[in-house]
């Protein structure tokens, strides 16, 4: 092989994996939106889940915290309804999301325990 085809070789190596890059799709902000609100959503339901496990969550607890959980989780399937989750959609969600986790760790760290 001589260095005309070997320089050849490598530039046709280097523009396929360009367009192997190029083809990679690159997540929307409102798919970014999304996957943040539902794996925070799923982390949240770890969090109760583990709660239940040690005995640091009551039933009625439980009962309570699945519910509000329930409701942001269907304010994120009205959000992506549409298929655009807004900044303002978002907002929204992460602000109830932060009050659940509050919820969460006051319910687990109080001195009320599963018997």
Known sequence: MNFKQSLLNLVGAALAGTVLLAQTPVPT???????RMEKRA???????????QSGQLTPKET??????????????????ADGKV?????????KE??????RIHRQKHDAQTRK
């Open 29 to 35: 902000p409102t798919q970014k939106r999304e996957a």
């Open 42 to 52: 799923d982390n949240q339901q770890k969090r109760i889940g583990k709660g239940v």
């Open 63 to 80: 009962v309570r915290l699945e519910r509000q959980e329930a409701k942001v989780n269907k304010d994120i399937a009205k959000a992506e």
């Open 86 to 94: 807004t900044k303002k959609e978002a907002a929204k969600i992460e």
């Open 97 to 102: 999301q932060n009050r659940e986790s509050k």
